[in-house]
Structure formats: structure tokens, C-alpha cells
């Protein structure tokens, strides 16, 4: 899919199968790859509703398939950097565009391009 990620990463966790990634969150989750230089662990990209409910994600979550058929975003770690510096480096570059949530150890990210969506739930 791309130089540094695999289809099967962005898979459903429940084992269902279902994978269909914006091709723009491939780029973004690349982008993160060749800024920090670490790998980029996807903790959550596709989801299917049984398994989106089952984790508590929002009823239209982005992570489950859209109009287009694609999930629009993805949960990440990066090796070795801390989320709020992984969280900036995005925000700083896309500051009127994206979704992106903080919490304790990942990153959300989706590519609604609208306008910027931000949420901060660490505790």
C-alpha cells in the first residue's frame, strides 16, 4: 500500500475483514513514518459496526465505511514519541483541515477536510 504499511494493518481488530482506507489516510500515516523516522503502529483503522460498538466508538464514527464506501480515519502510536508531539506536528501542518483527537497514548486522525476538528481526551 505504501513503502512502510501493509493492507492487513488497517483491518477491523475483530477479525471481520473489513479494510477500506481512504487513500488519504495512507498518505498521512506515511507522512508521520518519514517526519519521525519510527515505525507508526495502527491501533484502530477500519471498523464494522458491530465492532465500532463494541469498542464504544461514535455511532457515525469515522472509522467505519462512509458514502464512499472508505473509512476516513485511523488511531496511531508512534515509536517513541509522545502523542501530544505527534498531535502538534499535525495540527500545526493541517490547522484548517483534519480530525484529530489526543488521548493518553495514540493519536486520532481522519481526513475530513471541512474544517478542523479537534478534541483533546486524556486524563
Not at 1 to 7: G, I, P, S
Not at 86 to 114: A, E, K, P, Q
Request: aromatic share 8%; proline share 4%.
Amino acid at each position: 500500500m505504501t513503502k512502510n504499511f501493509k493492507q492487513e494493518e488497517f483491518k477491523c481488530k475483530c477479525g471481520c475483514g473489513e479494510m477500506r482506507i481512504s487513500p488519504t489516510l495512507l498518505l498521512l500515516c506515511q507522512l508521520a513514518r518519514d517526519k519521525f523516522r519510527q515505525p507508526v503502529t495502527i491501533l484502530s483503522g477500519s471498523r464494522c459496526r458491530q465492532h465500532n460498538t463494541n469498542v464504544g466508538g461514535a455511532e457515525n464514527s469515522q472509522h467505519m465505511p462512509k458514502g464512499d464506501e472508505l473509512t476516513h480515519a485511523v488511531d496511531i502510536q508512534v515509536k517513541g514519541v509522545e502523542p501530544r508531539i505527534v498531535y502538534s506536528f499535525f495540527n500545526d501542518l493541517f490547522n484548517s483541515t483534519l480530525g484529530l483527537g489526543i488521548y493518553n497514548t495514540w493519536v486520532h486522525i481522519d481526513d475530513r477536510m471541512d474544517k478542523p476538528y479537534r478534541w483533546d481526551s486524556r486524563t
